[in-house]
């Protein structure tokens, strides 16, 4: 996939910060992705190899809640908004107005 890049992340390192802008979403390769507050302390959700995160917030056009924080050395996939829209404005309307509902229920 061109349009995406890969980034390895340091144990610790934020991946983004809360109230960024979410303009792209992931798919971990490997290690792990810990979703935390703003102080980095509290974990509401770790993600890892193999799973995707960041749709919702993509779809919505906001920003970042909270924080994501590599568990260990981590690699992740980072696809651009843009790809995610490009897909959707490819289905048919029933398919893409369903997403968007279920991503505004996130």
Avoid: N
Avoid at 46 to 69: K, M, N, Q, T, Y
Avoid at 83 to 99: I, K, N, V, W
Wanted: aromatic share 10%; glycine share 8%; hydrophobic share 45%.
């Amino acid at each position: 996939m061109t349009d995406s890049s890969t980034k390895i992340l340091f144990h610790g390192e934020a991946l983004f910060r809360a109230g960024q802008k979410a303009t792209h979403f992931y798919l971990v390769r490997r290690g792990a992705i810990s979703i935390v507050d703003q102080a980095g302390i509290a974990t509401s959700r770790e993600f890892g190899a193999d799973e995707l995160f960041g749709i919702p917030e993509v779809l919505a056009r906001g920003s970042w809640d909270l924080s994501a924080l590599a568990c260990g050395l981590t690699e992740v996939q980072i696809f651009p908004a843009d790809r995610l829209f490009s897909t959707l404005s490819e289905m048919p309307d029933t398919h893409s107005d369903f997403l968007c509902r279920v991503a505004a229920m996130a």
